[in-house]
């Protein structure tokens, strides 16, 4: 079946060291997304990216980066942890079909920032 | 710039009871609204999907309604059970394949 994949799930990590989190799918998606999780703001959008190449920023999108280098992959780089990143990240993937999109989430990655 | 609110924010009902969760939008421009199932430290799960164009979409004992005009739509769960206990996301599709998202309603069905 197919599917979409996050790792690590759980990590912990130190103010100004770079991290990187993946996300893999198997759904041969062209478009991809990064969402962050906190309370009291629901997911919001971090980058997305329609295919291999192309990236692009959301509405968080501050102190992130992503690459597309082929269409199963959207790793998300946190270039130097800073402690208001201590979030949930979802990974999701979607192609849209006619009218009909639909979005599939990963299981998420809680990082903490310390 | 599109906002999405849920309320109420938390719900506790004992069994058996129908309820009824609310969502609303403030750009009627939306291609689509989808309510999604999250289980505590779980990523999401899809229940419905509805069309701009269409009225509601049923699933089960679940339904959801959307009035694009007024900017509302409800999720109505019939005949709840202790594992419908989860927290309740909407999110409207906008231009560009992106989703916004309310904050979502927490649920707890008490047996």
Same mark, same amino acid.
């Given at each position: 079946d197919a599917?979409?994949?996050?790792?690590?799930r759980h990590?912990i990590?130190?103010?100004?060291?770079?991290v990187t989190?993946a996300c893999?799918q198997?759904?041969n998606?062209?478009n991809?997304?990064?969402?962050r999780q906190d309370?009291?703001h629901g997911?919001?959008?971090?980058?997305y990216s329609?295919g291999?190449?192309?990236?692009?920023?959301g509405?968080?999108?501050d102190?992130?980066s992503?690459?597309?280098?082929?269409?199963?992959d959207?790793?998300?780089?946190?270039?130097?942890a800073?402690s208001s990143?201590?979030?949930?990240?979802?990974?999701?993937?979607s192609?849209?079909s006619?009218?009909?999109y639909?979005?599939?989430?990963?299981?998420?990655?809680?990082?903490t920032v310390t | 710039k599109?906002?999405?609110?849920?309320?109420?924010?938390?719900? @506790?009902?004992?069994e058996?009871?129908?309820?009824v969760?609310?969502?609303s939008?403030t750009?009627?421009?939306?291609?689509?609204?989808q309510?999604?199932r999250?289980?505590?430290?779980?990523?999401?799960? @899809?229940l419905?999907?509805?069309?701009?164009s269409q009225?509601?979409?049923?699933?089960?004992?679940?339904?959801? @309604?959307?009035?694009?005009? @007024?900017?509302?739509? !409800?999720l109505y769960?019939?005949?709840s059970?202790?594992?419908?206990?989860? !927290?309740?996301?909407?999110?409207v599709r906008?231009?560009?394949?992106m989703?916004?998202?309310?904050?979502?309603?927490?649920?707890m069905v008490?047996p």
């Open positions: 599917e979409i994949t996050q790792s690590p990590k990590t130190e103010t100004g060291r770079q989190l893999h198997t759904w998606h062209n991809m997304f990064w969402y309370l009291g997911l919001r959008l971090i980058h329609y291999v190449h192309d990236t692009n920023k509405e968080v999108s102190g992130y992503v690459s597309r280098s082929n269409t199963e959207l790793p998300l780089t946190l270039e130097s800073a990143q201590t979030s949930v990240y979802f990974c999701a993937s192609e849209p006619g009218t009909f639909e979005q599939y989430f990963g299981p998420g990655t809680r990082l | 599109q906002e999405v609110t849920q309320i109420p924010a938390a719900l @506790s009902v004992p058996g009871e129908n309820l969760l609310n969502c939008f750009d009627s421009a939306i291609y689509n609204l309510w999604f999250q289980d505590p430290g779980k990523g999401l799960t @899809s419905l999907l509805i069309q701009s009225r509601e979409q049923t699933s089960g004992r679940l339904n959801a @309604s959307l009035d694009k005009s @007024s900017g509302r739509s !409800t769960i019939a005949a059970q202790p594992g419908d206990s989860a !927290t309740y996301l909407c999110a906008r231009a560009g394949n989703l916004t998202f309310g904050g979502g309603t927490r649920l008490k």
